[in-house]
């Protein structure tokens, strides 16, 4: 099941989030088979300020275990973060059935 994972930075938290980088880009690789799409959510100029991801795992219980399990949310960058079942409609210019 597909569920989205939407991060907001807590406020002047650039430098957090960079210290943390590489340990957050380490757990994500090591879950990439459940990585849908995800990247860095954007300020106005430019840089990072939050995160989505959309994962495919068994239910809102792993979808939330993953959340807990990222380096960014143990280091306590998020200001918020919303877990949502996501119905994907299109994928890679397609319209899905």
């Known amino acids: 099941m597909l569920f989205a994972l939407i991060n907001t930075d807590r406020p002047a938290s650039l430098d957090l989030r960079m210290g943390v980088r590489p340990a ?4 994500l690789d090591s879950q990439a088979r459940k990585i849908a799409s995800g990247g860095a959510l954007l300020d106005a100029s430019g840089q990072p300020c939050g995160s989505l991801l959309v994962i495919d795992v068994e239910d809102r219980a792993a979808a939330e275990a993953f959340a807990a399990a990222d380096p960014y949310a143990k280091a306590g960058l998020f200001e918020s973060s919303i877990i949502r079942p996501f119905r994907q409609v299109f994928k ?3 319209k899905l059935g």
């Open 92 to 94: 890679d210019g397609a």
């Open 24 to 27: 957050h880009l380490e757990y």
